[in-house]
């Protein structure tokens, strides 16, 4: 619904005879708020750096969106709140508690751009505070300003987040208390050893608790996800984590892979900006270092503030594209983590003005890249390696279907086709029906003892073993591409 409505706005706004510049476009946009954004540009008239930052946020900010009903919303908030008074329960009793409050607030509220209803008050205290983060505290004085513009300066960290003082609630120290960290010569100015402090105080104050009750509503004020009893999921931690660290100073956005390349789902988690430049990846709530990103990824974007203009000319441009690509604010960066190639593709099928590149989540194919065609030929940049690829087109009835034959981009960079020869068949036999994974190792431990066993008697009392797990299976089942 988001990007229904951006894209009737961008439409709209864009059908004038002289296209306006994008804060122009997004003051009109702004309908009857637009008092509100010029206050805040008039706040700044004689600071040209907090000036550039505020057209920044107000030009970039369509598509950033709130829940309509807020005090609906405030509420079911409020009573989410109020479960932490009862933290001595059981996970069960918690559990039924939640689920009463879910079902007392499942009608859905609208969405509303921001730019209709944020205040000029609440944009320049984050702007203020964002800037005194910056040139003033410990941990951001390496950041240029536009990357500045990125890490710190949003006022948000997710679409539809209450825009209450989360700025000042996750500031104290309760939250990781950095004030003697520059004191220690090592750590002078370091954003990463000032994360690393505050991920210790974030591991603690993560309630341990895993009640999976899941609402109409994603917990988006800030206080509250950090603080709530119901079982957090990567995005949850991530965007809760990220608050936590821009409301310090340090610099953090959050970065997701949409799809594994060899299973169903994807990921997200946070990075921040250190101090030599790069982006160092972590898992949200949880230990600054990880290693989990090694894993073979197709693709890797990162949410950011920003309007991408190739998206906006794709949404623009094309009648229907796949959801991934209707959130006009991310950014690829899988060049950032691994080796990766630009891939040329010439199309047996074309619709429209763009392919997509898919992965296959054991179900269907599902698009990670578009690119935009020129002759019935299309280049996917920045693609990730030993993954199993098929080029796909939206059809006038909005069905992704291939347009060119499936391939495989080899570890070394290399091209190879996997197009379907049915004049030559195999016979395969297969012993796991998915890849096996770190954690399937684990877990095959778990049963190791474990007996299969049958009875006459409910009570298991006259119990025959019919089978002991005495070993796991070991062999590294070989691996291949079934397309």
């Known amino acids: 619904m988001k990007n229904c409505v951006l894209l009737f706005l961008l439409i709209m706004a864009a059908g004038c005879t002289k296209p306006p510049g994008l804060l122009e476009q997004a003051l009109e946009i702004s309908g009857d708020n637009r008092i509100e954004l010029e206050k805040v540009l008039y706040h700044y008239r004689n600071d040209s750096l907090k000036l550039k930052a505020a057209q920044f946020l107000i030009a970039n900010m369509p598509g950033h969106v709130s829940y309509q009903n807020q005090n609906y919303v405030e509420e079911y908030y409020d009573e989410i709140d109020s479960v932490n008074l009862y933290a001595d329960y059981s996970n069960e009793e918690l559990a039924d508690i939640y689920r009463a409050i879910v079902a007392k607030y499942s009608e859905a509220s609208p969405i509303i751009q921001d730019l209709q209803i944020i205040s000029a008050a ?30 710190l300066l949003p006022y948000k960290v997710s679409e539809c987040q209450t825009l209450d003082n989360w700025r000042e609630y996750f500031s104290g120290s309760e939250y990781g208390d950095l004030q003697y960290l520059p004191c220690d010569g090592h750590s002078w100015h370091s954003a990463y050893w000032s994360c690393y402090t505050v991920q210790q105080e974030l591991i603690k104050l993560n309630p341990k608790r895993y009640i999976d009750v899941r609402g109409q509503y994603p917990i988006r004020r800030m206080h509250s996800l950090m603080h709530t009893l119901l079982k957090k999921d990567c995005d949850d931690s991530n965007i809760a984590n990220a608050a936590v660290l821009r409301a310090k100073g340090i610099p953090a956005m959050i970065d997701f892979t949409p799809l594994w390349p060899n299973r169903n789902s ?120 030993d993954v199993a690829y098929l080029p796909l087109c939206m059809t006038e009835e909005q069905q992704l279907v291939p347009a060119a034959p499936p391939f495989i981009l080899t570890l070394s960079g290399k091209i190879k086709s996997a197009a379907p020869d049915i004049t030559q068949r195999q016979t395969l036999k297969l012993t796991r029906k998915y890849s096996t994974f770190r954690f399937s190792s684990w877990a095959a431990k778990l049963i190791l003892g474990a007996k299969f066993q049958a009875a006459n008697r409910a009570d298991f009392s006259d119990a025959l073993t019919l089978h002991t797990v005495r070993n796991t299976a070991r062999k590294r089942a070989s691996f291949c591409w079934i397309l």
Not at 122 to 150: G, P, S
Not at 352 to 377: C, E, H, I, M
């Open 122 to 151: 609440y944009l320049t205290d984050n702007i203020d505070r964002a800037f005194d983060n910056w040139q003033n505290d410990n941990w951001a004085t390496h950041l240029n300003f536009e990357e500045f513009c990125e890490y």
């Open 266 to 385: 994807g990921h997200a988690w946070c990075v921040i900006l250190d101090n030599t430049g790069k982006n160092r990846p972590f898992q949200g709530l949880d230990v600054l270092e990880n290693s989990y990103y090694a894993t073979p990824m197709a693709k890797v974007f990162r949410y950011c503030y920003a309007i991408n203009s190739e998206l906006l000319d794709l949404n623009m441009s094309e009648k229907s594209v796949p959801a991934l690509f209707r959130n006009i604010h991310v950014t690829d960066v899988t060049d950032e983590y691994f080796h990766t190639d630009d891939v040329t593709v010439n199309l047996d099928v074309q619709h429209g003005q763009y392919a997509y590149l898919s992965v296959f989540n054991n179900a269907r194919w599902r698009p990670v890249r578009w690119g935009k065609t020129v002759d019935k030929k299309v280049v996917f940049e920045n693609m990730g390696r």
